[in-house]
């Protein structure tokens, strides 16, 4: 099943000419969930991807770079018609936030659910959760968030299986889902369960023993950036990370890649990589657009595929001439 985490926006508190607000839209199979909605997110959509129908938003605190999006977006999917239930979730204090926004969106033509989350809850869903990790800012209630799928079934031996007296077709998938057959166990042909995957979002935060637990061994982990180490009195000041304590952070977890985000207007995004590089050699600094593809363990490591990239991907597959890609971030 494919996940990836697509990048509508990676700068941070205020926007810049190439960079947008905070905004990620984790795709995972037919699943849709964004995660903060900055001002303009549905416009980076609109120019990217599309304002594609997600099923949940995931607020990390109310700072307004990383909400101040959701009213416009919320009243555009009205415009559209949009029938289906879309849920909110966010920290303690999200319900009078939302109210204050109603006057601002409008009477709604689908369901909206507003579900405030207590520190490390977990919202369960198919296959997966995600979990609400408290993290160090200045809101006074903030979270990061892991999304972590459930261990998946180990290889079939087939054919051990048909040695055992069990017909290749369906019986095989009864097997895989944990049903005995004609007294054949999954346990006898089966082996040993695989991982699933991890993907952890730090939000906006200093440092903290929380994010460095929940990001143990993932496979991706997506911390903010805010400032280089000569910053690092700045970054203390406004509860925000530098990006070799991010790079610290990483190393100490074990993760397999991280993505920077959340960059001041005063930095181009190599400036950050390469000090985190220096600590942690798994680094990249997204752009606004860039996707990072995250295959199971064993198909190998997280990628990222920049914006332009992609759109050649997507001409080639569709059969269509080359032609100059939009510039819409900088280097």
Known sequence: MDLSLFFAGTGGSVPGARRGLPAILLRRGGDRLLFDCGE????????????????????THFHADHWLGLPGMLKSFALRERDQLLTVYGPRGLNELMGL????????PYELSIVELEPAQTVQRDGYLVAAVPVSHRAPSSFGYAIVEQPRPGHLDAQLAEQLGVKPGPDFGRLQRGESVDGVSPQQVMGPEREGRKVVLSGDTEPCEALAIAAHEADVLVHEATFTEEEADRARLTAH????????????AEVRLLALTHMSTRYAGGQLRDE????????????DFDTIEVPFPERGPATLLRWSERQARERAATGEADE??????MP
């Open 40 to 59: 303009g997110t549905q416009r980076q959509l609109v120019r990217s991807v599309g304002l594609v129908d997600m099923e949940c938003v995931f607020i």
């Open 101 to 108: 926004m109603r006057s601002i969106y409008g009477r709604l």
């Open 241 to 252: 990370s530098t990006a070799r304590q991010a790079a610290e952070l990483a190393r100490d």
């Open 276 to 287: 985190a590089r220096a600590v942690f050699a798994a680094t990249e600094a997204p752009r």
């Open 324 to 329: 100059p890609a939009e510039t819409v971030a």
